[in-house]
């Protein structure tokens, strides 16, 4: 329960961050000014935060690609951020794909289009899922 409730206290002020990021900087940035934007609200909340952080991708035990989280916050959510019109099922199909590549279990997806939009994403893996990818 207090990881549930750690993680939900984690975002909610990454979502609090989002809109502080909006309300000062409008729509219609590139990506990667809210990605600036975003880690220093961050860092000023307190948060350990990473942009581009590399992250590597496994299959079956086998490194087979590099990934690099938008943000990365408390080495526990990964941040995919987008500045599109509207979010499609293809950008929550990418950050779902992520957490599973990197056996992370919380993701966030903020598009910063006329008005913030936000996606949760989450996976739940078994322990035995966990324990046979670490053997393999």
């Known amino acids: 329960m207090e990881k549930e409730s750690t993680i939900t ?4 002020k990454v979502i609090r961050a989002a809109y502080t ?11 990667k000014v809210y990605e ?6 961050l860092r000023e909340a307190g948060l350990r935060a990473e942009s581009q952080y590399p992250v590597q991708v496994y299959y079956k035990g086998k490194l087979i690609g590099d990934y ?5 916050v ?12 509207r979010l499609s099922v293809t950008h929550e199909v990418q950050l779902v ?7 992370m279990e919380h993701g966030l997806l903020i598009n910063f289009g ?4 936000i996606r949760h994403k989450y996976k739940t ?12």
């Open 68 to 72: 690099y989280a938008d943000l990365f």
């Open 97 to 103: 794909n992520y957490l599973s590549g990197t056996n």
């Open 21 to 31: 990021v909006h309300n000062a900087l409008g729509p219609g940035f590139l990506e």
């Open 125 to 136: 893996y078994r322990k035995t899922d966990k324990e046979t990818r670490r053997k393999q």
């Open 114 to 117: 006329s008005s913030v939009t």
């Open 36 to 41: 600036n934007a975003m880690l220093i609200e």
């Open 9 to 12: 206290t984690l975002t909610e």
């Open 74 to 85: 408390e080495n526990v959510l990964i941040v995919e951020l987008k500045a599109v019109e």
